[in-house]
Nanobody
């Protein structure tokens, strides 16, 4: 499959919202674990939200209740709706698709939350 492409990052004030998009191709969504990761400077990469086999949704405790992962299979696009953003959400956000231990990840989009 082709490397997915993220978009929608930017600068937002604390308490604001952003919606990230991940355009993918060559993927049958229900056959993958699809997820959004983030990595802040000096920190390890963190899985914040995932959809397993198209139907099981999981969130990290740090974003639960604030972020929502979804997909529009007809548009081959996955989304991450981020509400009530906090400065600690500042990071590069990546979408990733995993199947049988093989990962395909995009280059990322930067989200900066100002206080």
């Amino acid at each position: 499959q082709v490397q997915p492409v993220e978009s929608g990052g930017g600068l937002v004030q604390a308490g604001g919202s952003l919606r990230l998009s991940c355009a993918y191709s060559g993927i049958i969504f229900s056959m993958y674990t699809a997820g959004w990761y983030r990595q802040a400077p000096g920190k390890e990469r963190e899985l914040v939200a995932s959809i397993i086999s198209g139907s099981l949704f999981k969130y990290s405790d740090s974003v639960k209740g604030r972020f929502t992962i979804s997909t529009d299979v007809a548009k081959s696009t996955m989304y991450l709706q981020m509400d009530s953003l906090k400065p600690e959400d500042t990071a590069v956000y990546y979408c990733n698709f995993e199947r049988d231990g093989v990962n395909t990840r995009g280059k990322g989009t930067l989200v900066t939350v100002s206080s």
